[in-house]
């Protein structure tokens, strides 16, 4: 396979990367030989390629442009794409090179991780004649909707961008795809309603290194903080969450218990958050924490307050590894099987948010998490099922 990720894929930092990660692993684990097409903003170090190289055997990486040229470039193919689609447009010489490098390689498919690397993912199946798998990782133009009407500030104008000529781009994406694999069976009932007959369900993958259930800790009471959130912390639904806890949900908690102590963790946090958590008395904030695992230990109740999106939370999942008590939104959990949203604490509204949050510190109760049937939904075993699949179709 040559996979096109719309974005480098390692180091797994946050949702988008574990699931394509976690794939690439699986598929290198069953004996595909993979060659990797993706963009990168920060040029990998040494060690981080050593450590794709040691699943991938070819790679191609492409850095975003931000030059004034480029930004021209970009400016003009508004007229014709989504706003993510336009800095991953590859033409001339580059792509020729691109070109050369796939028809020395010679995948039977081009597997797109992720629309936004559609346009390369099209050329390549056009020059190389080989079709295209596709893996959804949303309904991208609704979910690029909602996120257009959670945006704040100067971020409402790129999304309105992301939005522009996204739907039409997308469907045309998945027609002219040889299956489509989405990551939410609720997601694929949307898209079978309008007429697909080609996708099929790939749920996200799920690493068990160790037993769920040792991972709790007994004495929770030593716990550095009572709540923690670990997300990206620039996305306008993961924002647009984190603002609602901390002005609506966390004043409610502290109204009966005062001295509640609360952990925001993630990648890139946009101004509003780095203001808010500093104003916001008994809440710290950790940009960019090495360890998902140590954020996770250091607290008694994780919370998912996403209000929109759409897919899969990739973040839900990993906080079910934690084997911590769980609070999240209806949107956290959507797209979960009923079987798995069994371990959620789900609230719609401030007060039964804040309600299960005070339950869960003052009552102790640790949740058996049953971890086979965890690994039958998420294991790796379905990453062979989708071998096959591809494998009888070509």
């Given at each position: 396979?040559?996979?096109?990720?719309?974005?480098?894929?390692?180091?797994?930092?946050?949702?988008?990367?574990?699931?394509?990660?976690?794939?690439?692993?699986?598929?290198?684990?069953?004996?595909?030989?993979?060659?990797?097409?993706?963009?990168?903003?920060?040029v990998?170090?040494?060690?981080e390629?050593?450590?794709?190289?040691?699943?991938?055997?070819?790679?191609?990486?492409?850095?975003f442009?931000?030059?004034?040229?480029?930004?021209?470039?970009?400016?003009?193919?508004?007229?014709?794409?989504?706003?993510?689609?336009?800095?991953?447009?590859?033409?001339?010489?580059?792509?020729?090179?691109?070109v050369?490098?796939?028809?020395?390689?010679?995948?039977?498919?081009?597997?797109?991780?992720?629309?936004?690397?559609?346009?390369?993912?099209?050329?390549?199946?056009?020059?190389?004649?080989?079709?295209?798998?596709?893996?959804?990782?949303?309904i991208?133009h609704?979910?690029?909707?909602?996120?257009?009407?959670?945006?704040?500030?100067?971020?409402?104008?790129?999304?309105?961008?992301?939005?522009?000529?996204?739907?039409?781009?997308?469907?045309?994406?998945?027609?002219?795809?040889?299956?489509?694999?989405?990551?939410?069976?609720?997601?694929?009932?949307?898209?079978?309603?309008h007429?697909f007959?080609n996708?099929?369900?790939?749920?996200?993958?799920?690493?068990?290194?160790?037993?769920?259930?040792?991972?709790?800790?007994?004495?929770?009471?030593?716990?550095?903080?009572?709540?923690?959130?670990?997300?990206?912390?620039?996305?306008?639904?993961?924002?647009?969450?984190?603002?609602?806890?901390?002005?609506?949900?966390?004043?409610?908690?502290?109204?009966?218990?005062?001295?509640?102590?609360?952990?925001?963790?993630g990648?890139?946090?946009?101004?509003?958050?780095?203001?808010?958590?500093?104003?916001?008395?008994?809440?710290?904030?950790?940009?960019?924490?090495?360890?998902?695992?140590?954020?996770?230990n250091?607290?008694?109740?994780?919370i998912?307050?996403?209000?929109?999106?759409?897919?899969?939370?990739?973040?839900?999942?990993?906080?079910?590894?934690?084997?911590?008590?769980?609070?999240?939104?209806?949107?956290?959990?959507?797209?979960?099987?009923?079987?798995?949203?069994?371990?959620?604490?789900?609230?719609?509204?401030?007060?039964?948010?804040?309600?299960?949050?005070?339950?869960?510190?003052?009552?102790?109760?640790?949740?058996?998490?049953?971890?086979?049937?965890?690994?039958?939904?998420?294991?790796?075993?379905?990453?062979?099922?989708?071998?096959?699949?591809?494998k009888?179709?070509?």
């Open positions: 396979m040559t996979l096109v990720c719309h974005d480098i894929p390692y180091p797994a930092i946050h949702g988008g990367r574990i699931d394509m990660w976690r794939r690439i692993k699986a598929f290198s684990q069953i004996g595909v030989e993979l060659q990797l097409i993706c963009w990168f903003d920060r990998p170090h040494y060690e390629i050593a450590e794709i190289k040691k699943y991938v055997s070819s790679t191609y990486f492409i850095p442009q931000y030059s004034l040229c480029a930004k021209t470039y970009r400016f003009f193919n508004l007229f014709r794409y989504p706003l993510e689609v336009t800095s991953r447009l590859v033409r001339g010489q580059n792509l020729n090179h691109l050369s490098q796939v028809h020395a390689f010679k995948p039977h498919i081009v597997w797109l991780d992720g629309i936004h690397g559609g346009d390369v993912a099209s050329q390549l199946s056009q020059y190389c004649n080989i079709p295209i798998v596709t893996r959804c990782h949303n991208e609704l979910y690029y909707q909602r996120l257009f009407s959670s945006a704040i500030g100067t971020s409402k104008l790129k999304r309105y961008l992301s939005v522009s000529h996204l739907e039409q781009y997308e469907k045309s994406l998945l027609k002219n795809s040889l299956l489509f694999y989405d990551i939410s069976t609720e997601d694929l009932k949307f898209w079978k309603s007429g007959r996708g099929r369900y790939l749920p996200p993958l799920m690493e068990f290194n160790q037993n769920i259930n040792e991972n709790y800790q007994e004495n929770n009471q030593c716990s550095q903080y009572d709540i923690v959130f670990l997300g990206n912390l620039y996305s306008n639904n993961n924002v647009a969450g984190i603002i609602w806890f901390l002005t609506q949900v966390l004043p409610e908690i502290r109204s009966q218990l005062s001295n509640v102590k609360v952990l925001i963790a990648a890139k946090p946009i101004n509003k958050i780095r203001q808010l958590c500093e104003h916001t008395d008994g809440v710290d904030l950790s940009i960019n924490p090495s360890s998902s695992k140590q954020i996770y250091s607290g008694r109740v994780l998912n307050p996403v209000l929109t999106g759409s897919g899969v939370s990739i973040k839900s999942l990993e906080m079910l590894m934690a084997g911590l008590p769980i609070v999240s939104t209806p949107q956290g959990v959507a797209g979960l099987p009923l079987s798995v949203k069994q371990y959620f604490k789900i609230a719609s509204d401030k007060q039964s948010f804040a309600a299960a949050i005070v339950n869960l510190l003052c009552n102790f109760q640790k949740t058996r998490i049953e971890q086979t049937l965890l690994e039958s939904l998420f294991g790796t075993q379905v990453i062979q099922e989708v071998v096959s699949d591809i009888s179709l070509i």
